[in-house]
């Protein structure tokens, strides 16, 4: 296992236990990071808020192979697709590695190798998409079950200033039934792929 793998591996594990628990969590304090500050409470989730969690790689397009971990919280009915909005709740992020260069869309020059983290910039109400150049457009929209993002990338040497930011959907259910196979995440520019998937 990697050293991003095993990094990431014990958030999967806390944000996979939050979204099956039936005892309520308490309200954690506003000193601790965002990315873990989930109120996954009964009376919170009564009010919309979701959680998920995922690991798996999406390709598709000529060039390039991405992996993506990670999880969070959002809420479905704050999304919004005006770019920015400051009132969209999502709190998600995790880890990111190019498998193999990508050469097109928002994270063109991502090379063998590179790639640290993610993190949201804003939920995104819905967007439409491809899995490969030949693919036909499809929709998808934030639910219960499907959570469309506009992300921040990062590779290292970059700091805190993102290398990339690009669209991307993470969904319980197939994305595209044109296509062999469950496609369950989705990178913008790179293609679509398989990923084990956790909503509460």
């Not at 500050?37 to 919170?44: G, I, K, V």
């Not at 993190?119 to 819905?126: F, K, P, V």
Request: charged share 15%.
């Amino acid at each position: 296992m990697s050293r991003l793998q095993a990094s990431i591996f014990p958030l999967l594990l806390v944000v996979a236990a939050l979204g099956c628990s039936e005892s309520s969590t308490a309200p954690m304090t506003s000193a601790q990071p965002d990315l873990l500050a989930l109120n996954l409470s009964h009376e919170s989730a009564a009010g919309g808020r979701q959680s998920f969690g995922f690991n798996g790689r999406a390709k598709g397009f000529p060039m390039g192979e991405v992996f993506l971990t990670g999880g969070g919280a959002y809420d479905p009915a704050t999304a919004s697709n005006v770019v920015p909005t400051d009132t969209t709740f999502a709190h998600s992020g995790g880890g990111f590695r190019c498998i193999t260069g990508v050469a097109q869309g928002p994270l063109t020059g991502c090379a063998l190798g590179e790639g640290v983290r993610w993190d949201t910039a804003q939920l995104l109400a819905s967007t439409s998409f491809k899995c490969s150049a030949a693919d036909p457009l499809k929709p998808a929209a934030t639910g219960d079950k499907t959570v469309v993002l506009l992300a921040d990338f990062y590779r290292a040497g970059d700091g805190n200033d993102e290398s990339f930011t690009a669209q991307m959907i993470v969904s319980e259910g197939d994305l595209a039934d044109n296509i062999p196979g469950v496609q369950t995440l989705w990178i913008q520019g790179v293609g679509c792929g398989t990923a084990v998937v956790n909503f509460n």
